[in-house]
């Protein structure tokens, strides 16, 4: 990795280990100094590496418990329009879908000026809670 600035090296070698499974989500990063002897560099070029990788959602700080590996997270492409089951599975995660709730009900005013419906009519309610690798990611009404 020649050429390539020591902090950057550092910010790639930790999401190789994250992306690899090395280091995984919720686990604690080595202390400062341990990673200053590993990589050979200053405690100002490993902040600055940790630092763009919480920038970027990969680690997060906890005030005097150190640094950790954040869960990953399911990214939606705005640019493309894609079902929730795609957009989780292209993330690596396995999908699911729970109804939590179903009911006719009368609908409100919202609902109604939405459906162009009269106020009181009865309108279908489903409540679904989404999860990716079983964590709850979404309730949609």
Request: aromatic residues 6%.
């Amino acid at each position: 990795m020649e050429g390539v600035a020591l902090c950057a090296q550092i910010r790639e070698v930790l999401c190789r280990q994250i992306s690899d499974g090395t280091l995984r989500p919720g686990e604690k990063l080595p202390a400062e100094d341990v990673l200053t002897g590993q990589f050979a560099v200053s405690r100002m070029t490993v902040r600055q590496g940790i630092s763009d990788l919480v920038d970027e959602g990969l680690l997060y700080r906890r005030r005097g418990s150190g640094t950790f590996v954040s869960q990953r997270r399911v990214e939606r492409d705005h640019n493309r329009l894609t079902t929730f089951f795609d957009s989780v599975e292209a993330g690596g995660f396995s999908a699911e879908i729970a109804v939590r709730k179903q009911e006719v009900m009368p609908a409100n005013h919202m609902v109604a000026k939405a459906l162009d419906l009269k106020e009181g009519e009865p309108v279908i309610y489903i409540q679904t809670l989404r999860f990716a690798d079983g964590l709850p990611v979404a309730l949609h009404d």
